[in-house]
Structure formats: structure tokens, C-alpha cells
């Protein structure tokens, strides 16, 4: 019993001191990391670090300036806020923004989701509704060959009353119906 509970104690023992560790060292970093010379400030510079003929130079570092001179802009208020914030603060807006980032990019893939999911609801409908036309109309079919099938009984059964009464069939009569019925012999005389 208590080998089974060996891996899944294992896993809890090695996330607990995975986010131990991590976290001890952001309180460290936090609070005693700092030293003395971290604490001195910075001689001011200017805003923009690189000479007023250094065009073609700014063009060509692109994004890497702020990397490869990173003492520029540090006297711009809006990056002594950014500066003076916590690692802890840093890393909790970081979180945010992913949290944020994550729930935009799940509304993205679920919107196309719920479209094929209304599509496929929309189909489905119409396929019972289609489906319940071809019984009806296959039920109407029956009907019409029951009909059909009557129609012939009472058709040979008023045939069967009309030849008793010396009714003759146009094939019987011979090749020319006008010439074998009573009424055109009465014409030609």
C-alpha cells in the first residue's frame, strides 16, 4: 500500500522544493541581493547616448541600442517607475500580461470552435428536417402505389362488366377502329 503512494509523494516532495528553491531565491534577490555598489547612482547621461551624425548607426542597431547601451534613458521618468519596481513586482505583472495573453489566444480558438460547433447544430437540423421529408414523401409514395393498385381492380372490374354487356376491344375489331364501329358504316350511307 505504501509503495503505491511512493511515486505520487515523490512528485509532491519534488514540486514543493522546486517552488521552494524559486521562490527563496526571489526573497533573496529581493532583500539581500542587493550590495553596496548596486545602491551608488549613476552619473547622468543623456537621453540619447549616440552622437547627433550617428544616424546610420542607430538605424542599424535597430532594437539592440537599449541592449548595448543600457544606461540610455535612465533619467526619463517613465523608466524610473519601471526601474524602482520590485523583481517581485516584475514578475507579477509578467504573470498578468501572460495571463491575459493566454485568455485572448483561448477567445481566438474558441470562437472558430463554437462556429463549426453551431454549423454542425445547423446541419444537423437540417438533416432531421430532410430526413422526416423522405419518410413523408416515402409514405406517400406507398400510398399513391396502394391507389394505383386499386384503381386496376376496379378498372378490370369494370372492364370485365362492359365486355359481359358485348363491349369489344379495338384490338379485337381489327386493324381500322373507324371502319369496324357501327356509327361510321351509318355515315357512309
Excluded at 519601471?82 to 481566438?108: A, H
Aim: with cysteine; aromatic share 6%.
Amino acid at each position: 500500500m505504501g509503495f503505491q503512494e511512493g511515486p505520487g509523494r515523490l512528485r509532491r516532495v519534488i514540486t514543493a522544493l522546486v517552488l521552494g528553491s524559486t521562490l527563496c531565491m526571489a526573497l533573496y534577490w529581493e532583500f539581500i541581493g542587493h550590495t553596496s555598489a548596486d545602491l551608488k547612482p549613476c552619473p547622468p547621461c543623456a537621453c540619447d547616448c549616440l552622437q547627433p551624425g550617428d544616424e546610420s548607426l542607430k538605424e542599424s542597431l535597430g532594437d539592440l541600442k537599449d541592449v548595448i547601451l543600457p544606461n540610455c534613458g535612465r533619467d526619463h521618468p517613465g523608466m524610473q517607475s519601471e526601474l524602482k519596481k520590485s523583481r517581485f513586482q516584475l514578475m507579477k505583472e509578467e504573470f498578468l500580461l501572460n495571463k491575459i495573453v493566454r485568455q485572448e489566444t483561448q477567445l481566438r480558438y474558441e470562437k472558430p470552435i463554437r462556429d463549426a460547433q453551431k454549423k454542425a447544430a445547423d446541419h444537423e437540423k437540417e438533416y432531421e428536417s430532410c430526413n422526416q421529408k423522405l419518410i413523408e414523401s416515402e409514405g406517400a409514395r406507398e400510398m399513391a402505389a396502394i391507389d394505383l393498385s386499386n384503381q386496376r381492380k376496379v378498372t378490370l372490374l369494370w372492364e370485365e362488366r362492359a365486355r359481359t354487356l358485348g363491349w369489344k376491344d379495338v384490338k379485337e375489331r381489327g386493324t381500322n377502329p373507324q371502319a369496324a364501329s357501327p356509327s361510321s358504316s351509318d355515315q357512309m350511307s
